[in-house]
């Protein structure tokens, strides 16, 4: 499958902010794939996540439970996961969102947790 993003960070936002406002078209299960794919570069992987957050549909939740959950996964990436599930408001996530906080995280990441189970409060 030929990649949506490029891997060049500002190259791969500008795109992803395109397909939130509706100027380039994409399949959101072509999206949560790019995000989920290890040949995936971490640009590409943060861009989609972040489309993904912001067009807010929620059949991507899994993949982006998924993603948050592996520790092997950078951890900008796991961050952007997170946000991207409090900006869909997924309630699933909270266990997760709360297990990963009380295992000393990052400070980037950790508040990527708080901020999305704020998001999701919101969503309530």
């Known amino acids: 499958m030929p990649r949506v993003f490029s891997d060049d960070p500002t190259a791969a936002m500008e795109t992803a902010k395109a397909i939130i406002g509706g100027r380039i078209s994409i399949d959101h299960d072509a999206l949560a794939q790019e995000a989920f794919d290890n040949a995936s570069g971490k640009w590409q992987k943060i861009a989609a996540i972040y489309a993904l957050g912001f067009l807010a549909d929620p059949k991507a939740s899994p993949i982006l439970r998924e993603i948050l959950a592996d520790d092997g996964v950078d951890s900008d990436v796991r961050g952007h996961a997170a946000e991207a599930l409090g900006n869909i408001g997924d309630r699933n996530a909270i266990m997760l ?6 295992n000393s995280p990052s400070p980037e990441l950790r508040e990527s947790c708080e901020y999305a189970l704020g998001e999701i409060q919101i969503h309530s």
């Open 97 to 102: 969102l709360k297990d990963i906080l009380g």
